[in-house]
């Protein structure tokens, strides 16, 4: 017997159960993208490796270990994106959105990286992203975080979810804060660990995030990023949290927060709970005003952010599993006695012909009336709706609560009409 092949391990299947819950949630995801004009934008899922070489950068973990790199029949390193800023960027160069435009993109999709699966965190992972472009003041940062907030409420989370938020500044500013990081940190390399030691010669600032307790105990002590700012960018921060307050949008300001990319610059910030054990974030984003310009554009400020909708599902189904109860059926069509199919099918066709937003099912597979409606139970159906040999003669049918119990025998001309005001109570 050949052996049973099974999913690659951390690519998980999302099946359909699950898969309505996706959906549900990503339906109002998109409503409220779409509330604040975005469009959507669909990319490819392989890239030239090149491309997330440049705009992640080279000494980042996602380039250095989790990438899926590998040569084509052409001899072309591809990469299956480990994120979506980047293609984002390549689309809008190459086909010309971005130079003295507005654009508000939003995409969804797979991303991959090979990293150690654990729970909310897979090889084959699925984001939603929102990316700005051709807008450079503090106003946008804000808007793009209340937009995500929105997000929160609408699914019932808002209370399990806190905004950190941080500005690393510009290019110039972070390098001269490095310097100033490194020396520090040199003075005390018996203490940190072989992760740090390694990022304290390539990362340095990845370090600040550090899980290490031994040296976080250190960085109580290290050189403060905000003291290195600019009065530009220290005037950017401070209008942002300004706007943030005024729409009453609480955060916590994490000076150790620089996230793990380096096309980041001015505002970070990440959504974080504590309700999903180690891995709490939920979403994250800030500014890269240099990435356009980096990958062959010409200088465009943007903003954006990603979510993780695992990540999200988990916590949802944690917090509120209230959003997800779904029915498979609103109505459910049973029919008994001979060619009582026929009439049945035709049926529940005027009804979705009519009726287009309600789930209407067939029972198909015969059965007595009894095991009919258990299986009208089973799919959550509201209604039944009842058709025998008797309904045919008259060209009734007859409508059931699965609720109360009670049933209505009326004319098919009428049944429409019925299950519009049935449904609405």
Same mark, same amino acid.
């Given at each position: 017997?050949? !052996? ?10 999302? =099946? ?53 790199? @590998? ?29 003295? %435009?507005? %654009? ?14 654990? !729970?909310?965190?897979? *090889? #084959? ?61 040199? !003075? ?9 030691? *390694? ?11 550090? !899980? ?12 403060? =990023? ?31 927060? $620089? ?8 505002? $970070?910030?990440?959504? /974080? ?39 999200? $599902?988990?916590?949802? %189904? ?15 069509? /049973? ?7 026929? #009439? ?17 099912? /067939? ?11 258990? *299986? ?6 509201? @209604? ?22 009670? %049933? ?7 049944? $429409? ?9």
């Amino acid at each position: 017997m050949s !052996k049973t092949i099974q999913a690659i391990r951390g690519m998980n299947d999302i =099946l359909p159960t699950d898969s309505a819950q996706w959906q549900q949630v990503e339906t109002i995801l998109k409503s409220v993208l779409n509330q604040y004009g975005f469009n959507e934008i669909r990319l490819p899922i392989v890239e030239h490796t090149p491309l997330f070489n440049r705009a992640i950068g080279e000494i980042t973990d996602v380039v250095e270990k989790e990438m899926y790199s @590998f040569e084509d029949r052409g001899g072309e390193s591809l990469t299956l994106r480990p994120e979506g800023t980047a293609g984002c960027v390549r689309a809008g160069i190459e086909h010309g959105l971005l130079y003295n %435009q507005e %654009q508000r993109l939003w995409y969804i999709g797979p991303m991959f990286r090979y990293e150690r699966p654990q !729970k909310g965190r897979y *090889r #084959q992972f699925h984001q939603i992203g929102a990316e700005v472009f051709g807008l450079a003041g503090p106003d946008i940062d804000a808007e793009l975080i209340i937009m995500t907030a929105r997000w929160w409420n609408a699914l019932g989370i808002n209370q399990h979810v806190k905004l950190e938020l941080n500005s690393i500044g510009t290019l110039e500013e972070r390098a001269n804060y490095k310097n100033a990081l490194v020396s520090f940190l040199s !003075k005390h390399k018996d203490s940190l660990d072989e992760d740090c030691l *390694r990022r304290l010669d390539t990362n340095p600032l990845r370090i600040l995030d550090s !899980k290490n307790p031994d040296v976080q105990a250190i960085l109580i002590d290290a050189p403060n =990023l905000f003291d290195y700012l600019e009065e530009e960018s220290k005037s950017h921060f401070n209008r942002l949290c300004d706007i943030l307050k005024a729409n009453g949008i609480d955060f916590t300001l994490n000076q150790r927060l $620089v996230r793990g990319l380096d096309y980041y610059n001015r505002t $970070v910030f990440e959504w /974080v709970t504590t309700s999903l054990g180690a891995q709490g974030t939920v979403c994250a984003g800030g500014r890269y005003d240099g990435l356009v310009e980096q990958l062959g554009g010409k200088a465009t400020p943007a903003v954006g952010f990603a979510m993780g909708l695992e990540r999200l $599902v988990l916590l949802i %189904q944690s917090i509120n599993p209230q959003l997800f109860k779904i029915n498979q059926a609103d109505l459910y069509v /049973v029919s008994f006695g001979d060619n009582s199919i026929e #009439q049945a099918i035709a049926i529940a066709e005027k009804i979705r012909n009519t009726m287009p937003n309600l789930r209407c099912v /067939v029972n198909h597979g015969g059965g007595n009336m009894k095991k009919q409606l258990t *299986r009208a139970d089973k799919q959550g159906a509201k @209604f039944a709706v009842l058709i025998g040999e008797d309904e045919i003669k008259q060209q009734q049918v007859t409508i059931k609560s699965l609720i109360s119990g009670e %049933q209505t025998t009326v004319m098919q001309k009428d049944m $429409v009409e019925f299950l519009n005001n049935a449904t609405k109570n």
